[in-house]
């Protein structure tokens, strides 16, 4: 596997059910972020982790619990989500580091998620 | 706030050049982004600039004027295989990107 990985591509969940997505990155990146994509709208950062800690929580609801065990794991939680959640949820991971080098961000191809 | 802007949708013609334009208003600024979205796949890096000027990079040019907040990329001998989402996006002072929603190119032949 070369790159970021996501697991699984598509997934359609009742409101009461509880899924976990998955994000693998095989690049030695440092950091890890959750995104989620909503059409015409911009991308919006959830979650990031630095060396596994988390850095960023941009006011997501707790109905989204993250969970990264390693610097090349990084996992999303899911439970009792809303019609509204549905949206596809990208994962990146970059290699941060001091000064202004441009540390680009490599995504996965993302998870497509509806809630019913 | 934070804001960046890009036009919705462009339309352009096989073999044509084009350039779609990006305006922002952040705090702060240390660098700006232009990736590239192809329908149902992840964004791909095209571009990075944090000087002024234009970077270029084969078919595809990068422009900034960071006292117009101002950038474009542009598109030389567009081909089929340009048709895409292109978006524009901004590294803030704390270093997390700004994102705009994206500017859809459709490629005609």
């Known amino acids: 596997e070369t790159g970021v990985t996501q697991t699984p591509r598509h997934l359609v969940m009742g409101m009461t059910n509880k899924k976990s997505l998955k994000c693998e990155q095989h690049l030695g990146h440092n950091a890890m972020y959750w995104y989620k994509q909503s059409a015409k709208k911009p991308l919006e950062l959830m979650f990031v982790?630095?060396?596994?800690?988390?850095?960023e929580n941009n006011s997501v609801p707790s109905r989204f619990s993250p969970e990264c065990p390693n610097s090349s794991h990084l996992f999303l939680h899911l439970h009792t989500l809303q019609p509204e959640d549905s949206a596809l949820y990208l994962c990146?991971?970059?290699?941060?580091?001091?000064?202004?080098?441009?540390?680009?961000?490599?995504f996965g191809p993302g998870t497509r998620l509806t809630v019913t | 706030g934070q804001n960046i802007d890009q036009p919705t949708e462009m339309t352009a013609t096989e073999g044509a050049i084009v350039q779609i334009n990006c305006t922002y208003q952040t705090s702060g600024f240390n660098g700006l982004f232009w990736y590239q979205q192809h329908a149902g796949e992840a964004p791909t890096f095209l571009s990075y600039?944090?000087l002024d000027g234009l970077e270029e990079k084969g078919r595809f040019s990068s422009f900034l004027s960071r006292s117009k907040g101002y950038s474009y990329l542009l598109l030389k001998e567009l081909q089929m295989k340009d048709s895409a989402s292109y978006l524009c996006a901004v590294r803030d002072s704390n270093y997390q990107l700004i994102w705009g929603a994206g500017t859809k190119l459709i490629i005609k032949p």
């Open positions: 990146a991971s970059s290699q941060d580091g001091p000064g202004q080098g441009s540390y680009e961000q490599y």
């Open positions: 982790y630095n060396f596994k800690e988390q850095t």
């Open positions: 600039n944090v």
